[in-house]
């Protein structure tokens, strides 16, 4: 259509293909805006932070990405913001791990054990209750037994 377009009008082209003249227009601008140097900068954006997201074992959240990504300055001739940032990090899914820093050793195995106790023993599938987890397996005696 491109190529036909300065012989013949738009409008006739467009009824030869059987749509309308916004809906040619609008396919053209995103075309356009695909193409525009703010979606390759994006496109190179992604890279960046999801190479710069995975180097660091998925730690760094937007601020250390951030400072990590100061090289691009040089590249682009300004400043990459924050908010642009965070955008890039929520539309591929990046968010870093939360650690949690404990103030003594102590507390630091009273919170694995109980972890262990709470959360991963009565899921974790034993293989002398034939590979069913506690919880399974204590079920049908417990309803057999109230009943």
Known sequence: MEENKHHYPVSLLCSAINTSRAAYYRHITRLHRLNSKRERENRCLEHEVQTAFREHQGRYGRPRIEQVL??????????????RIRKVMHQLGLQAEIRVLWPTRKNA????????????NPNRL???????????YEFPHSTALAA
């Open 70 to 83: 100061r090289h691009l300055v040089f590249h682009w001739g300004h400043r990459i913001r924050a908010n």
């Open 109 to 120: 195995f009273t919170a694995i054990a109980e972890y262990i106790e709470r959360y991963y």
């Open 126 to 136: 034993h293989s002398t209750f034939g590979y069913f987890s506690p919880n399974e």
